[in-house]
T-cell receptor
Framework: AQKVTQVQTEISVVEKEDVTLDCVYETRDTTYYLFWYKQPPSGELVFLIRRNSFDEQNEISGRYSWNFQKSTSSFNFTITASQVVDSAVYFCAPRDNTGTASKLTFGTGTRLQVTL | GAVVSQHPSWVICKSGTSVKIECRSLDFQATTMFWYRQFPKQSLMLMATSNEGSKATYEQGVEKDKFLINHASLTLSTLTVTSAHPEDSSFYIC???????????FGPGTRLTVT
């Protein structure tokens, strides 16, 4: 079973600021996947990243970057030079590695508000 | 990329009636589909997992007789909310996976309002 904590319920920043969304998870599995999703006001979930627990390399994709620390069970997400369009709810979601039909466990989400 | 559609996108029904929500994978075969429910300002809660041709597996606390799930083909799963009540008003989201990938592809969601 997985458990995930997103301690920041809401974050408000001014455009162009950097912002980091924290995610701490608990799992008994030795191998697992970690996901981040974005949910804009429209409601549709947007896939951002999948990370295998074997791969501890940090990843950067444009203004997005992820810091995976297996030793502290954290998978934090940073948006650099935030924009108004980044305003959304962001969910961290671990999943075990027993197959593609495995369940995702969603965190409570962090609501990011980016203002001008 | 893989596309999942849901129909309808929103529905309003009267208390006591039943509502059916469809979830379709448009360009891949979905061996497994998931149904989630999301109340306002809350997270997604998994309701059930369905595999094509077999009975759905419901999460603890989800009434299987109230939320009927049918996954009759590799591209279609349906969720029927029977005898809906105002407390069933929520955002229902489906997702689908194929047997090749690791991602769950999410539908756009269906907003149900029971009056």
């Amino acid at each position: 079973a997985q458990k995930v904590t997103q301690v920041q319920t809401e974050i408000s920043v001014v455009e162009k600021e950097d912002v980091t969304l924290d995610c701490v998870y608990e799992t008994r599995d030795t191998t697992y996947y970690l996901f981040w999703y974005k949910q804009p006001p429209s409601g549709e979930l947007v896939f951002l990243i999948r990370r295998n627990s074997f791969d501890e390399q940090n990843e950067i994709s444009g203004r997005y970057s992820w810091n995976f620390q297996k030793s502290t069970s954290s998978f934090n997400f940073t948006i650099t030079a935030s924009q108004v369009v980044d305003s959304a709810v962001y969910f961290c979601a671990p999943r075990d590695n027993t197959g593609t039909a495995s369940k995702l466990t969603f965190g409570t989400g962090t609501r990011l508000q980016v203002t001008l | 990329g893989a596309v999942v559609s849901q129909h309808p996108s929103w529905v309003i029904c009267k208390s006591g009636t039943s509502v059916k929500i469809e979830c379709r994978s448009l360009d891949f075969q979905a061996t497994t589909m998931f149904w989630y429910r999301q109340f306002p300002k809350q997270s997604l809660m998994l309701m059930a997992t369905s595999n094509e041709g077999s009975k759905a597996t419901y999460e603890q606390g989800v009434e299987k007789d109230k939320f009927l799930i049918n996954h009759a083909s590799l591209t279609l799963s349906t969720l029927t909310v029977t005898s809906a009540h105002p407390e069933d008003s929520s955002f229902y989201i489906c997702s689908a996976t194929s047997d090749r990938g690791h991602e769950q592809y999410f539908g756009p969601g269906t907003r149900l309002t029971v009056t």
